[in-house]
C-alpha cells in the first residue's frame, strides 16, 4: 500500500527558512513518473509548487517560487523534499505531497496529474 508522509511544517517568521520531508512507503522512490509538492491556503485551489521528474531528475517550479524553493529526494531514505527559504505570508498553505503514476506532462504541476497524496502539512509564515 502506498503512504506518503509529509512532515516539517510550522510557524515561522517572514524571511525565514523551512524544510519539507515527504516519506514514502509501499513502494521504492523513483519507481513513480514524478513526484510534487502542492499548496492550498484557505478559499484558494489547490496549486502545483514543485515538481521533480524521476526518469531525467528535470526539475519544474511554480513562477511564485523559483529562486526560493527546491525540491531533491534520497532516494536511499525513500524522501522527498522542499527546502523553502525567504519564506513570505503569502506561502502560508497547507503544503501536500503526491507522486505520478502515469506519464503526463508535469511542466504547469497540475494536482489532477498525480495520483497518490499525502495527508497535508501546515506552513505558517507570520510575525
Known amino acids: 500500500q502506498v503512504q506518503l508522509v509529509e512532515s516539517g511544517g510550522g510557524l515561522v517568521q517572514p524571511g525565514g527558512s523551512l524544510k519539507l520531508s515527504c516519506n514514502v512507503s509501499?513502494?521504492?522512490?523513483?519507481?513513480?513518473?514524478?513526484f510534487g509538492w502542492f499548496r492550498q491556503a484557505p478559499g484558494k485551489e489547490r496549486e502545483g509548487v514543485a515538481c521533480?521528474?524521476?526518469?531525467?531528475?528535470?526539475?519544474y517550479y511554480a513562477d511564485s517560487v523559483k529562486g526560493r524553493f527546491t525540491i531533491s529526494r534520497d532516494k536511499v531514505k525513500n524522501t522527498v523534499y522542499l527546502q523553502m527559504n525567504r519564506l513570505t505570508p503569502e506561502d502560508t498553505a497547507v503544503y501536500y505531497c503526491a507522486a505520478a503514476w502515469s506519464q503526463r506532462g508535469f511542466f504547469y504541476i497540475r494536482p489532477s496529474d498525480f495520483d497518490s497524496w499525502g495527508q497535508g502539512t501546515q506552513v505558517t509564515v507570520s510575525s
Open positions: 521533480l521528474v524521476s526518469s531525467d531528475l528535470m526539475k
Open positions: 509501499g513502494y521504492k522512490l523513483g519507481d513513480e513518473y514524478a
